[in-house]
């Protein structure tokens, strides 16, 4: 009875799908006749002509200059200040401190960088830290961290990964927190901005540390051992500071919300830079209100404390202010790149259209499209 | 593999007959494998079909030969029996279809050879950026000294490496970065699309024959981009061109000839019925495709169009397809070649004769009282049913049973013989005592067993008794009162119900099995004149005669056909004379030197003489006719000396050495002094399409030749017939009796050839003679608008194969080279072989006829290798199975003859003429398909890396990579995969209608054009440009700034798909809803992989660690930005020049798509016109439709031939003297002379023929003016460049020089000088899109005239002197040609010095 019933149900099912769609025979070999097979699908078949084509370079240009132009003109709004502070030159204030090559030297060497703004910076004021020359992106430098112990990871706070080496454990034996030589050769010199009234007095502009790191950096990438409220110094016991450092990492803030692991200098520097020319993002100046600009037009003093040594690789140490836009920070490449690309595109249809005025004109009047 | 008991057929590749070794005939009992008892000792397992040899050593000592025809080989089908007992000899992978089958020869296409190449030249590439890389990071190293900056990070242990090993460290570092750019995936990918190619061949309806219910078989999977690359097709003829289907058309008997008009009648029904159906089905499918393009429609016009077309089909091929089920049982037997209308006089005569003998053997008058035509008459159909192996089986019963009980064996001793041909009653009495113990006849009621093998001194007891009540029961079964037993006509034990003949003859069919069609077209024929053969049985032959009834022949001798004897006998005893005869059947070359040459002094002589001479006539019209030819004759012999002849035959037979020496010996001692009774002609119909399909192959510019067992008249007949060789052509027949002979003949084509092409130049216009000065015009531009196209095969090979060491000209000509197998075996000798290769590859179509297997795949190796061509081979036998495993493509006809061809094959498909789409449609797109693929991938992987690679600068060579590695993996693995597979897979350059109606776009295959070396460098060059482009542009954009590492690659990355989709939006062809979705799920594929990528974990992925990076730069507008731009920017240079080159210089491919976009109304009408101009051009200058206004190129020179030939026959026929005078003394050239013919297979006897005689006679048609229409062989030729040689400037010969042919020496076959046909298309005026179509601009030099010509010509010849107006470019560059033109006649000067040396 199960069987019967079982036949007659594959009876059923195996008889339409065994005839085609075309109707054809069980048997017969015969191909379906459907457009896929017969490979006829309806297709649109564009013929690259100099006449089929023009348009496209028309449009391309009419609509890449403008793009261009625009670009252009938000990357020269951006106001954008730097100041070269490595102290190459004998003149330069800060060449005595860059003679010192060390990493650990215990007097913090200081130097004072005097400029002046030619315009005032309106809106917020991002300030930077720039380096030359510093190969963050070296492949074995990019590798030479720990992520899971950056998130807080206990064990792999005890014991770091194998990609931190050399810099996994201190000479004692003890794991390095933060491992790695990312961490290890951390941007430690301290910038201070002071405006210099008409008048002679020196105010140190107020410089926001927070908000400097990616959110998602700041709060779900890095984290500190035990929990965020737990005692920093008790989290890290046990562990040892990175070689070059002057502190542990739990004494890099004094806000507790900024120390550690989720330190945001630290986390910007642990996000290796694509170029060995690169800037950081240093503090942030913010705007007190509309009416007065953030950095007005005026004197300034920069305050270096200088600890980061790059002479040993011909790096350069920059501080850069500047203000962004929605499209970033000042950068004519772009707005220049859409301008030439769209002019060529201009001109290649022009050149287009000659070569389709002499040798196609005739078919253009012909294609019936 | 196992020697059988039973008579049965086997069907390796035909069918043949198989005997049972003759002591297990003896064997009557059930053959017990527990009792059985003897030793087997055979060859070692060997290849070679045709030979077997051993013995049988039975328990008693003896000793039975074993032969190829006791052995059953493995894969045969047993026919005609419905058992078979055997013994396994070889099993297993000794089995000799194992041993001939070397396992699949591992092909490489072309292509992929390319490409391999080019692999390797990535690996250079590769290991130079290595090297690069590594040396750069060194000197990194080197420039910060000793003191290591904090972002060198040293090794695990500390220690810092020196520059040195770490530049050698990052050089192996940098092959696993780099190593993308081998393109593994490229191979993965290459076999996908080979798949899908495969599939498609597979699904295409127009490569399905319903007739057989099979479609084309890719058995190959990998060189399918092969077809689109072939140059030179060697085909066999029968089978492959024509259906080996063998119809009786005519006769002739006693000199008389019976032409069957109403047979031919018949067939050419048969052949309306077929080309009416081509019609149909072509218009069915053409139609939907035609309507798709236009509109929406399609759908509703597709299934009308779809439904009549099979409605029609199955209505005309209703009785094919019955024939078709029919022939599964019996081989060769369809209602064309089985229902014969037989000629009403010949009928007569027949029944005439077939009474009076009636009326004579009533009366026991002596048969020679008959007057000699219709004894001839009665004994060619008998000759006709009964010399053969034709085996009967009725339908109901298809498998004939072997009656043990009347089985005798062929007369095996002379005892034997005395006795069965010694009258009976005069045996009878004294009966078989003095008959030795050695007779082996059998009895049915016999069950011994294999004991009476064993000791045959018992059987000979039961024998005699046997004999005895035989002999009885045969007399008593003869109540007619005939007195002897083997007169009587029908044994008693045939008749009554048992018999299958009866009960076959009840059915009214009999079915006849035969190992050729001839036999069996024969043997239809012969049932056509009511002569049927009724029954085979090993010792006798039953035929049915009018007025007679049936007749029992006993068959003595089957003298089997065998190709150096080419002929076969069979020796019986008539029952009506009680005579043994002869009756031998053979090709008519061997059996008209057989014939006993009559006697000169009386009538009868005379009488015989006359119809000898009349039959050679017959034969020779027969012949001209494409008709295959058998002469039959008998012969009489008395007892005597078959007694003599039988004595040799038996010791021949018995022999275990040389067996078949001493066999075929025996056979030409019986087969003289015989007598002809007649000749038959059987046509081998050609396939649907085989012209049609030549045609368009060659205008593809593939040469064909054709390789064939045949014997010459008949292949040239075949040639003609399917247009292989046209009747306007000369053709060069090579014909030697020794190797010296052959070196001479073919010194002489070369010198032939030279001389009249090579020296070849026009005269210069003559400013007078306008019609003259117009058709110069005319040839020169002609000549040279076909320059841009370098389509010959021949050409490019010879330009790139410069190791051809033939110097011959490598251009086609108009010429046909017929050689036979001797001397093919002559001049494929190595010192010849060069010299062959260089007269054959100048002809344009070549003919080996009477060629080995061997010889054939020695043909096809030696052009493969020599001239580095592609090859392909087509054949449907087994004789075609060297050929079609040496060639590059082998392709097997499924066809009659068995499946060996098929298994060799690559391809197999059921009919000849799905060649042309395969090649032309398919070929083509798998080619160019796969070749752009393969470019793509290259680009694609090179761009990729190259991103990497500048990268190194910036980030001091270290090896690091901006770009995540999980996007590095998944790049080429899915984001960049699916669009190029749907593009490598579903592209179409051109649409399949206009690749099969304009076949010279198959050229781009064959000259590689879709991948050139230089093309994979342009692409490299434009990936680098490419990745700069990637790589700088968001580089600037985000330098110095707070960018990432891999925040800044992931927009790399992103703008790279980018680049590479455009890219190949650029190269696809066709887009369908496919490509679109494709590009659309690479691109979502790609933003969902790196989104969900980007916000798995924070933790994992280390170094890259990309959390919620591109979540970042879908919020930054910098990011579209760069999309934006970048892109555009990297394929800017390929649109610009893409489409300039669609503008300036459109490839044919191109145009050709062009023409496809073209409103359906108008392409049909365009292509039906440039159809009918392709044709003329095709057709080599065949007539050409007179409406044609302009008589550009080919129109005047292939009209001017007719009006002139009939002069200039005399004139050509008088050159012909003189050129073949000063061979004349030449005593080895008496016997094979370079003949230069001219067909005409039609009645009307165009001589069309330029022979140009050695000694600088040159000959002008057309070319001259009209005053000197019959040009002397000795006058001076007014040529102002004092060119010694000026030759016809006739269709064949359009200027050639060996210098400037890319200039001027356009080849004049069609194949090579037919531009892509858009060119010259006569249109109404309305006709503008044609103008458009030509519209090629002028920036180019060279095609300038053409197209300008082209235009002007587009519009009708109204417009003649705008054209001439146009071509004036032409005149500009002719001075050039000039100079070449005057180099090449010092050349030809030379050339001219060395022959009259030579002479």
């Known amino acids: ?369 | 593999m196992d020697p059988v008991q039973a008579w049965c057929w086997s069907q390796p590749e035909k069918d043949q007959q198989r005997q049972v070794i003759r002591s297990f005939i003896d064997l009557d009992c059930e053959f017990d494998p527990f009792k059985y008892n003897s030793i087997i000792e055979c060859e070692k397992p060997n290849n070679d079909l045709n030979r077997f040899r051993g013995y049988i050593v039975h328990r008693s000592g003896r000793r039975d030969g074993l032969y190829k025809e006791n052995l059953l080989l493995r894969g045969c089908t047993v026919r005609n029996t419905e058992e078979a007992v055997g013994i396994v000899i070889y099993a297993g992978h000794e089995t000799k279809a194992m041993l001939n089958n070397n396992g699949p020869r591992y092909k490489r296409s072309k292509l992929e050879r390319q490409m391999n190449v080019d692999v390797f030249w990535c690996v250079i590439i590769l290991l130079i950026m290595c090297l690069f890389t590594a040396i750069g990071h060194g000197l990194w190293l080197f420039q910060y000294g000793d003191k290591r900056p904090v972002f060198d990070v040293p090794s695990p242990d500390g220690m810092d490496l020196s520059p040195v090993l770490s530049a050698i460290y990052l050089f192996l570092t940098m092959i696993i970065v780099f190593q993308v750019l081998i393109p593994i995936s490229l191979f993965v990918s290459i076999e996908i699309v080979k798949i899908c190619q495969v599939y498609f061949i597979h699904q295409d309806m127009d490569l399905y024959d319903e007739e057989t219910d099979s479609h084309l078989q890719c058995r190959a999977l990998n060189i399918t981009e092969d077809l689109g690359q072939m140059q030179y097709i060697f085909s066999d003829k029968t089978g492959t061109l024509t259906e080996n289907k063998m119809v009786f058309r005519r006769c002739t008997v006693a000199g008389v000839e019976y032409s069957h008009d109403a047979n031919a009648k018949r067939l050419a029904m048969y052949q309306e019925v077929d080309s009416e159906e081509e019609d149909c089905t072509s218009h069915g499918g053409t139609l939907p495709r035609r309507d798709s393009v236009t509109s929406h429609q399609s759908g509703k016009v597709v299934l009308r169009s779809q439904s009549t077309k099979s409605h029609r089909r199955t209505g005309s091929r209703a009785e094919a397809k019955r024939a078709s089920i029919l022939s599964k049982h019996t081989a060769f037997s369809s209602p064309m070649e089985k229902d014969i209308t037989p000629d009403p006089q010949l009928l007569d005569k027949v029944n005439d004769g077939a009474s009076q003998m009636e009326v004579m053997r009533f009366h026991s008058q002596s048969l020679s009282q008959i007057p000699s035509d219709l004894s001839d008459i009665i004994d060619f159909f008998i000759a006709l049913t009964i010399c053969n192996t034709v085996v009967v089986s009725s339908p109901n019963q298809p498998r004939q049973k072997v009656r043990r009980f009347e089985l005798k064996s062929p007369v095996k001793t002379i005892e034997d013989f005395i006795k069965r041909f010694t009258p009976s009653r005069l045996t009878s009495g004294s009966n078989s005592s003095s008959l030795s113990s050695l007779v082996t006849n059998r009895s049915s009621s016999h069950r011994g067993c294999s004991s009476v093998l064993s000791s045959p001194s018992a059987d000979s007891t039961l024998n005699k008794l046997d004999e005895e009540r035989r002999t009885a029961a045969n007399t008593n079964a003869n109540a007619t009162g005939t007195l002897d037993h083997a007169f009587s006509p029908v044994p008693a034990s045939l008749d009554g119900a048992r018999s299958p003949w009866a009960a076959a003859m009840a059915e009214g069919e009999l079915r006849y099995e035969a190992e050729s069609p001839d036999e069996a077209a024969l043997v239809y024929a012969a049932r056509a004149y009511k002569c049927s053969l009724v029954g085979r049985l090993p010792d006798q032959v039953t035929v049915e005669l009018p007025h007679l009834g049936k007749l029992t022949f006993e068959l003595l001798h089957t003298l089997g056909f065998d190709s150096t004897r080419k002929r076969m006998s069979v020796v019986v005893k008539h029952p009506l004379t009680d005579q043994i005869t002869v009756y031998t059947k053979g090709a008519d070359s061997v059996i008209m030197d057989l014939i006993k040459p009559p006697p000169t002094d009386n009538p009868k002589g005379k009488r015989q003489r006359k119809i000898l001479h009349k039959t050679q006539n017959y034969l020779n019209l027969y012949a001209a006719d494409g008709l295959r030819t058998l002469c039959i004759a008998k012969k009489v012999m008395s007892k005597e000396e078959y007694a003599r002849w039988l004595r040799c035959h038996l010791e021949a037979e018995t022999a275990i050495q040389g067996r078949e020496q001493l066999l075929f010996q025996s056979a030409l001692r019986l087969e003289t002094n015989l007598h002809l009774l007649g000749a038959t002609g059987i046509e081998d119909r050609l396939q649907d399409g085989v012209p049609e399909t030549i045609d368009a192959l060659r205008k593809a510019g593939l040469q064909i030749w054709v390789l064939t067992g045949d014997k010459q008249e008949t292949a040239i007949n075949i040639a003609y017939a399917c247009k292989l060789l046209d009747p306007e052509e000369e053709i060069i027949t090579l014909n030697a009796d020794s190797q010296e002979a052959c070196a001479v003949l073919l010194e002489e084509s070369l010198h032939y050839i030279q001389s009249k092409f090579l020296c070849g130049s026009s005269p210069p216009a003559h400013p007078s003679a306008t019609k003259q000065q117009q058709q110069q015009q005319q040839q020169q531009f002609s000549a040279f608008h076909l320059s841009p196209f370098s389509c010959s095969p021949a050409k490019s090979s010879s330009s790139t194969s410069s190791s051809a060491a033939s110097s011959g000209p490598f251009l086609v000509h108009r010429l046909g080279l017929v050689i036979d197998g001797r001397t093919l075996a002559y001049a494929l000798d190595r010192s010849l072989e060069d010299k062959f290769l260089a007269v054959a590859r100048s002809c344009r179509s070549v003919l080996c006829c009477r060629s080995t297997p061997l010889q054939k795949s020695m043909v096809v190796k030696l052009v493969r290798n020599k001239l580095k061509v592609m090859t392909m081979a087509i054949g449907d036998g087994a004789n075609d199975v060297s050929m079609i495993q040496v060639a590059d493509v082998g392709v097997g006809i499924s066809g009659q003859e068995g499946m060996q061809a098929v298994m060799a094959s690559d391809f197999a498909m059921p009919r000849f003429q799905y060649l042309q789409k395969l090649l032309l449609v398919h070929g083509h797109w798998c080619y160019s398909r796969l070749a752009n693929m393969i470019l793509y991938f290259f680009y694609k992987n090179a761009m990729f890396v190259a991103l990497i690679f500048w990268y190194q600068f910036y980030c001091g060579f270290s090896g690091s990579a901006m770009i995540d590695q999980w996007y590095l993996i998944f790049f080429n693995l899915m984001f960049s995969a699916f669009p190029q597979l749907i593009t490598g897979t579903l592209d179409k350059d051109v649409s399949a209608e206009t690749l099969q109606e304009l076949p010279q776009l198959y050229m781009s295959g064959q000259n590689s054009e879709e991948y050139k070396p230089y093309m994979f460098w342009m692409n490299m060059i434009d990936a680098f440009y490419q990745s700069l482009v990637c790589f700088f542009i968001p580089y600037f954009a985000y330098a110095d700034s707070n960018v990432d590492l891999f925040t800044w690659g992931t927009p790399i990355i992103t703008l790279a798909l980018f680049t590479i989709l455009l890219h190949l939006g650029i190269e696809t062809k066709t887009w369908t809803w496919m490509n679109w979705a494709s590009i659309a799920f690479s691109v979502a594929l790609f933003f969902t992989v790196a989104l969900c990528y980007n916000a798995s974990c924070p933790t994992c992925y280390t170094p890259s660690n990309p959390y919620w990076t591109m979540q970042r730069l879908l919020g930054d507008p910098l990011f579209y930005l760069l999309c934006f731009i970048t892109p555009f920017t990297a394929v800017l240079p390929r649109y610009f020049y893409r489409a300039c080159q669609g503008s300036l210089f459109p490839g044919p491919v191109q145009v050709g798509r062009q023409l496809d976009k073209l409103p359906a109304e108008t392409r049909r009408n365009l292509l039906s016109l440039q159809w009918m101009k392709v044709g003329s051009f095709g057709s080599l200058f065949g007539p050409r439709p007179s409406f044609f206004p302009f008589p550009r190129g080919c129109g005047p020179r292939s009209r001017q031939p007719h009006p002139s030939s009939s002069s200039s026959s005399s004139s050509s026929s008088s050159a012909s003297s003189t050129s073949k005078k000063p061979e004349a003394p030449d005593s080895t050239l008496n016997s094979n002379s370079l003949e230069t013919w001219t067909r005409c297979p039609s009645s009307k006897p165009t001589v069309n023929q330029h022979t140009t005689s050695a000694g600088g006679v040159q000959q002008q048609d057309s070319g001259q003016p009209p005053s000197s229409p019959s040009p002397s062989a000795s006058s001076p030729h007014p040529d102002s460049k004092g060119e010694p040689l000026v030759p016809p400037t006739d269709t064949d010969t359009l200027p050639y020089t060996k210098e400037p042919k890319r200039a001027r020496g356009a080849p004049p076959s069609p194949s090579s000088m037919d531009p892509p046909a858009f060119e010259v298309v006569e249109l109404p005026s309305d006709f503008r899109p044609l103008g458009w179509m030509t519209s090629t601009p002028l920036l180019a030099p060279q095609p300038v005239p053409q197209h300008e010509g082209k235009a002007g010509n587009a519009q009708g010849g109204a417009q003649r002197r705008d054209y001439e107006g146009e071509t004036s470019p032409m005149h500009r560059l002719l001075p050039k040609e000039g100079g070449a033109h005057r180099a090449q006649g010092s050349d030809c000067e030379k050339e001219h010095a060395l022959k009259t040396t030579l002479l």
């Not at chain 1, 019933?5 to 195996?14: C, F, I, L, Q, T």
């Not at chain 1, 085609?20 to 069980?26: D, F, I, R, S, Y």
């Not at chain 1, 454990?169 to 430690?188: H, L, R, W």
């Not at chain 1, 002019?343 to 253009?364: A, D, M, P, T």
């Open chain 1, 1 to 369: 009875m199960m069987a019967s019933s079982y036949n007659a149900k594959e009876d059923d099912g195996h008889h339409p799908g065994a005839s085609g769609p075309g109707g054809a025979a069980a048997n017969s070999k015969k191909p379906d006749n459907t457009a896929f097979k017969q490979q006829r699908l309806p297709a649109w078949q564009p013929i690259l002509t100099a006449g089929t084509v023009l348009p496209a370079f028309f449009v391309i240009g009419l609509i890449f200059i403008p793009i261009g132009i625009g670009l252009y003109v938000t990357s020269n709004n951006i106001k954008e200040f730097e100041i070269d502070y490595t102290g190459i030159d004998m003149s330069s204030p800060c060449f005595n401190c860059s003679q010192n090559f060390s990493w650990n030297s215990t007097t913090p060497c200081k130097c004072y960088l005097p400029f002046s703004l030619d315009q005032p910076f309106e809106s917020n004021v991002f300030m930077y830290y720039g380096l030359s020359n510093f190969y963050q992106n070296h492949r074995r430098y990019v590798k030479s961290r720990d992520d899971s112990q950056l998130n807080g990871d206990s064990s792999s706070l005890k014991s770091p990964s194998k990609e931190c080496e050399p810099y996994r454990e201190s000479s004692d034996k003890k794991p390095i927190a933060p491992c790695g030589a990312i961490a290890n050769s951390m941007f430690n010199d301290t910038l201070v901005l002071y405006y210099i009234d008409p008048n002679g007095t020196r105010t140190e502009i107020p410089l926001v540390d927070k908000g400097i790191a990616w959110w998602t950096d700041k709060h779900v990438k890095f984290r500190n051992p035990g929990g965020s409220n737990a005692n920093l110094t008790a989290s890290f016991q046990g562990t040892s500071k990175p070689v070059n450092w002057n502190k542990p990492v739990y004494e890099l803030s004094t806000d507790p919300e900024n120390n550690g692991f989720i330190n945001e200098d630290f986390i910007v520097w642990m996000r290796t830079a694509a170029l060995p020319t690169f800037r950081k993002l240093y503090r942030i100046i913010q705007r007190k209100n509309s009416m007065t600009p953030t950095l007005p037009q005026g004197d300034y003093t920069l305050e270096v404390t200088y600890n980061y040594p790059v002479r040993s690789f011909e790096g350069r140490k920059r501080m850069i202010l500047s203000t962004i836009s929605w499209m970033g920070g000042k950068n004519p490449f772009l707005g220049i790149a859409y301008i030439t690309v769209g002019s060529v595109c201009f001109f290649l249809g022009v050149v287009l259209l000659i070569i389709h005025h002499k040798h196609g004109n005739r078919s253009s009047a012909d294609i019936p499209n």
